[in-house]
């Protein structure tokens, strides 16, 4: 009677301790190791101000460090935390942010970091110097100026108070350079390194690989853990998932595709694992405002009305990098509308025939016939535009409308949106943090990015609003309406499903956390290998 | 890419004697070249087949149904489907419609539109011949894709600029093998009795000499057949040519069907299989062809 | 002899620089520009004040025939200038991916004529035989099989039955032979293979044509080693049509082999060229178009040449 008792006592004993084993040999991070990685994409030039490739960002980041950035451990990608910032106060009035700047930083070449160079570099940002560029002066039009009163204090003064200062001033690519260096030649980090980041440079050969390695005066004591990385361009995807699968590479930062993750899941089984997200990129369609008949939104909310999303999102995430069904931002993020306010917008609904047999009569009254024929333009890559174009050719097939694709080259395909040369086009919307104030400024009547050219006071007053607005609550109510006006009631644009991030990785890569945007969480300062 | 038909600059060939019945001809070449029979075989199920396709198809070959996507072959598609469910037989077949379209329209108008050039170059001969003679030397100095890939991306890609496209870097590669031809005909004693009676050059070129490349004409257009299928099937391959949602090989051989070669390898296998075959019977007849035609390398 | 080579030279010339202005001509045609292409990315949207800088930096903003001249006064002195995506010297661009292609080319083209040569030879001996019909139906469909399929089936089969897998990252010959030839071999007898197609029927045909001979019918007559013993001489004859197609299909192999380098993920001037295309890398683009074109139109002249110096005939024409 014992004896079976006691065998029973020994099993669960060993079988909690089973369990227990691997999660405490996980937790604490080892020492050593080269992270080799492959990146699709090769960097155009070193200087991140002038760029806006995540083929730059993968393989340069961990050489630099940034005054804030989005917390590497947050999988919504949208908490800012202090990188050579210490610490930061907030005036009352929204108009001031000062930054305690740690002391004891040193660049790789072994000169101090002080708030002169955190200054100098913003500087370079907000004010580039002659015949240098900066891409994101616009992003930050509300900054005043920025001060570097001493050695550990940077002051930013706003000309009016934005909410998402503190995010916008996370962002990936406001890499701190040397103010010396930058006094001497503004255009010298175009083609060198010279940062305060965990890794020191040592080569980049073209086309080939790039090569870092651990810095030992890193600011951050005790990290980074890996010894040393090394980046391998790969542009072929098929490419990249044998290096993956043949064990040469271990982990690639921007995405794979479905079938990709599927083959190596199978091929290799618990050394492989697998971190989803949902993407900061979404395509959308655009439809020329001022070409008949898609002047008339009856017929824009009948091309909404037509497509059976969550039916599209079940088989089109095995194929392609689409997944969940979404409005104006990322499931999962703070502002995100839930999925049951979400059915109620035109197009987002569960009866499909319902919708469709009222699409087919909104483009009957608005006289477009059966068999409307018409040019879709898209966008000549294959994920997942190519698959999103196919599967929208079926859905509008099946309201009576006959359409064609034309493929643009990827090339060509910008200046085709901003000449308007299009009826109903791919767009896309793709962010590196996923904020309200840097997602919707598109959609504005006068912005750049309004392909489609419409114009809709509301929808300018209802942006200016939840911009201002400090309670969240307040800001929620307002995205909710903003994002009726932009996709039921008037159909400015047609969101189809948001990208789907998959990273397969090879189970030693410890200590990196998916985030939603592929510029993010790159400095590989956490990273650790468990063999 | 080797796709240069053979640069035979010594080949000459002889149209074969008049009279003794077109059928027996056939019925002849049959007999004694069996490859090239096989290979005329394959090509004429392969008109067949893109004629009737609206009739021969199961299903449409555009319509999605993602009930049914990346099946495995099965009694409801023999061939299997691809990742958004379309019959990969149907798809098959139409594209034997747009390889045979592109094929056709890009080689038959590239090998004339050179041969005329070849002729003309070589019958009029001295300065006429030089400056033809560079310019088609530039465009041959080309890659093929590469003279493809710059036409396609300045044209667009529509069915009508993808056989300009192809059709372009074809022209100056018949031309040379078609000017070495005439070249030999040109020193035949009845064009210069043609000129001595006072015939013009349009009327001699059409009259005489163009008939009488026929022979290296017809072959060089075989290959080129081959070719020019490869051409679009690499062009699709590459995202340049035909677009979705068309039924085409090299389109079918792109995205999804490298994604998924291990676990539907039917969506590579067969369209990949079905473009050798089709350019494997091009070459084949065009090869028995030549051997046919050539008095030197007949047996007896 | 001088004369003829002398003549063969200067019809060079023109042909290269028509090649020149086609290329420029062409690709500036080709919609889409550089500078917009660099800083869109995925957001798609940048202020004209910078376009119109970086246009002026890198000289688009002049007139094109202005722009012609400067890079031809260039190319005279062998100087193709900089990547107007990455700003690097041209020949730094280069040289690396060069290099690889150029050793896949030969690499190539020793497998196809180790594959064509007693190919063809034997298939001429035996015309009209089931060794015939077996060898030409093994190079038609070598040359009938897209090079991408090829390529991809390949892989299939090394990783699916070998479980093994070439090396992905280019090692030069001298720094590794082994790494260097694992990753290499594997296109190289992919295009060879194609290749050798062309040559082995221009060796049948160039075999069968000379065992026409008067001389070669002698010794059938005379028997079997007599015929082995000419016919080793009529290959000599018959190599010089076929030394010519090896060279051009050589000379195209630089540029030519775009689908191949994508399948096998080789970092060549292929791989390059249509990076070049999608960036509208115009100088990149051009120099690239001229070292292929180049490459193409010199082997033409020292084929000209070899043919010229072995058979007298054509130097007095």
């Not at chain 1, 064609?404 to 000449?419: D, F, Q, T």
């Not at chain 2, 594209?95 to 090998?111: D, E, I, K, M, Q």
Request: hydrophobic letters at 45%; aromatic letters at 10%.
């Amino acid at each position: 009677m014992r004896r079976p008792a006691l065998v029973l006592v020994a099993l669960v004993v060993a079988l909690l301790s089973a369990s227990a084993l691997p999660a405490s040999a996980q937790d604490k991070p080892r020492s050593g190791g080269e992270l080799v990685f492959v990146v699709p994409s090769s960097p155009p030039s070193y200087d991140a101000h002038q760029e806006e490739t995540f083929g730059l960002i993968h393989p340069t980041a961990p050489h630099y460090s940034t005054l804030l950035r989005v917390d590497p451990t947050d999988k919504t990608g949208t908490k800012p935390v202090g990188d050579l910032a210490e610490s930061w106060t907030v005036s009352k009035d929204g108009l001031t942010y000062t930054f305690k700047i740690r002391s004891g930083v040193k660049f790789h070449d072994g000169s101090d970091m002080t708030a002169r160079d955190v200054k100098a570099s913003y500087d370079k940002i907000l004010n580039p110097p002659a015949g240098v560029k900066s891409l994101r002066k616009t992003a930050y039009a509300a900054i005043a100026s920025v001060d570097a009163p001493d050695a550990t204090t940077f002051v930013v003064k706003l000309k009016y108070p934005e909410g998402s200062m503190l995010l916008n001033l996370s962002s990936p690519w406001n890499w701190i350079y040397r103010a010396d260096t930058l006094a001497k030649d503004p255009k010298w980090y175009e083609k060198n390194v010279n940062g305060t980041g965990p890794f020191k440079f040592v080569e980049h050969v073209k086309g080939s690989h790039w090569v870092g390695k651990k810095n030992a005066d890193y600011w951050d004591k005790g990290k980074p853990y890996l010894d040393g990385y090394r980046a391998i361009f790969i542009s072929n995807s098929a490419a990249q998932v044998a290096a993956v699968r043949g064990e040469r590479a271990m982990i690639q930062f921007r995405s794979f595709s479905p079938a990709e993750r599927d083959s190596l899941v199978q091929a290799l089984g618990p050394k492989i694992t697998v971190q989803e997200s949902p993407w900061d990129c979404l395509n959308l369609v655009a439809m020329h405002h001022e070409k008949k008949p898609f002047d008339d939104k009856r017929v824009r909310r009948a091309l909404s009305l037509a497509l059976d999303r969550y039916e599209g999102s079940k088989h089109l995430s095995k194929i392609t990098l689409v997944k969940d069904v979404a409005g104006i931002q990322v499931p999962g993020t703070p502002y995100a509308t839930p999925p049951a306010e979400l059915e109620k917008l035109a197009g987002y609904g569960r009866d499909t025939a319902k919708n469709r047999a009222e699409a087919r009569r909104l483009l009957k009254e608005a006289g477009v016939p059966d068999g409307f024929a018409f040019t879709f333009k898209n966008r000549g890559i294959p994920h997942p535009y190519e698959h999103l174009g196919i599967w929208l050719i079926d859905q509008w097939r099946q309201i009576g409308l006959n359409v064609k694709m034309e493929v643009i080259e990827a090339s060509a395909y910008h200046p085709m949106l901003k000449r308007g040369d299009f009826d109903v086009a791919m767009d896309f919307q793709c962010g590196f943090i996923v904020e309200p104030d840097l997602d919707l400024p598109r959609f504005l009547s006068t912005s750049d990015a309004n392909y489609g050219k419409h114009k809709d006071t509301v929808i300018d007053d209802l942006y200016s609003r939840q911009g201002r607005a400090t309670d969240p609550e307040e800001r929620k109510k307002l995205l909710r309406q903003f994002e009726k006006r932009l996709l039921d009631e008037e159909a400015h644009v047609i969101y189809t499903l948001q990208w789907n991030r998959v990273i397969p990785h090879l189970s030693k890569v410890k200590g990196w956390t998916i985030t939603p945007s592929h510029y993010l969480n790159n400095q590989l300062d956490t990273v650790w290998l468990s063999e | 890419m080797a796709l240069n038909p053979p640069i035979d600059r010594a080949l000459e060939v002889e149209v074969p004697p008049a009279g003794g019945g077109w059928w027996e001809e056939v019925r002849d070449f049959c007999l004694r070249r069996p490859l090239g029979a096989v290979g005329a075989a394959i090509i004429v199920v392969m008109l067949v087949v893109a004629v009737l396709a609206s009739v021969i198809a199961p299903y449409d070959p555009v319509i999605n149904d993602f009930s049914a996507m990346l099946a495995p072959p099965s009694r409801a598609h023999w061939l299997g489907t691809d990742a958004f469910g379309r019959d990969v037989l149907s798809r098959l077949i139409y594209g034997s419609r747009t390889a045979l379209l592109v094929g056709f329209g890009a080689s038959v108008l590239g090998a004339t539109l050179g041969s005329v050039l070849g002729v003309a170059s070589a019958y009029f001969g001295g300065r006429v011949d030089l400056y033809l003679q560079r310019v088609m030397d530039v465009f041959l100095s080309f890659p093929l894709i590469i003279l493809a890939l710059a036409l396609v991306a300045i044209l667009g890609n529509s069915i009508p600029n993808l056989i300009m496209a192809i059709m372009i870097p074809m022209i100056p590669r018949s031309a040379l093998v078609i000017r070495s031809s005439a070249l030999a005909i040109r020193e035949m004693p009845y064009v210069d009795a043609a000129r001595a009676a006072g015939f013009g050059h349009g009327r001699i070129i059409l009259r005489h000499m163009l008939p009488n490349v026929m022979a290296p004409y017809l072959i060089m257009l075989t290959a080129f057949l081959g070719q020019a299928i490869l051409l679009e099937s690499s062009l699709s391959f590459l995202g340049l040519g035909v677009q979705e949602p068309v039924a085409a090989w090299g389109l079918m051989l792109r995205g999804a069907a490298v994604e998924f070669a291990e676990a539907a390898p039917w969506m590579a296998i067969f369209p990949g299989l079905a473009i050798s075959l089709s350019v494997f019977a091009f070459n084949l007849f065009g090869d028995s062809l030549r051997d046919a035609l050539d008095p030197r390398l007949k047996t007896q | 002899m001088t004369k003829y080579l002398i003549k063969r030279f200067l019809l060079m010339l023109p042909t290269l620089f028509g090649v020149a202005l086609v290329t420029f001509v062409l690709i500036r045609v080709i919609p889409g520009d550089v500078v917009e292409l660099r800083y869109s990315g995925d957001s798609g949207s940048v202020s004209q004040e910078i376009i119109d800088r970086e246009r002026a930096r890198i000289g688009l903003d002049k007139p094109i025939w202005q722009q012609f001249l400067t890079w031809m006064a260039g190319v005279v002195r062998l100087d193709f200038g900089t990547s107007m995506w990455t700003g690097a010297p041209i020949w730094e661009e280069i040289k690396l991916r060069f290099a690889l292609s150029l050793q896949v080319a030969i690499m190539a083209t020793i497998v196809a004529v180790v594959l064509a040569i007693p190919l063809g030879v034997l298939s001429a001996l035996k015309q009209d035989t089931w060794i015939d019909y077996s060898v030409r139906i093994f190079s038609i469909a070598g040359l009938a099989m897209p090079s991408f399929w090829l390529g991809i089936v390949l892989i299939l089969v090394m990783l699916v039955v070998f479980k093994w897998l070439p090396p992905m990252v280019y090692t030069p010959f001298w720094v590794s032979p082994t790494q260097n030839l694992a990753q290499l071999i594997w296109p190289a007898l992919a295009v060879g293979y194609r290749y050798s197609a062309v040559a082995t029927r221009m060796t049948r045909s160039a075999m069968l044509e000379v065992l026409r001979e008067d001389y070669i019918r002698t010794a059938r007559a005379k028997g079997l080693m007599q015929k082995l013993i000419l016919s080793r001489h009529a290959l000599k004859n018959a190599m010089l049509p076929v030394l010519t197609v090896v060279a051009l299909e050589f000379a195209f192999l630089i540029g030519g082999l775009v689908v191949t380098e994508q399948v096998f993920n080789l970092n060549g001037i292929g791989l390059l060229f249509v990076q070049a295309v999608a960036h509208r890398d115009y100088t990149l683009l051009q120099a690239l178009i001229m070292l292929v074109a180049g490459s193409f139109i010199i082997v033409n002249f020292l084929m000209d040449i070899t043919y010229a110096w072995l058979d007298p005939r054509i130097r007095y024409r």
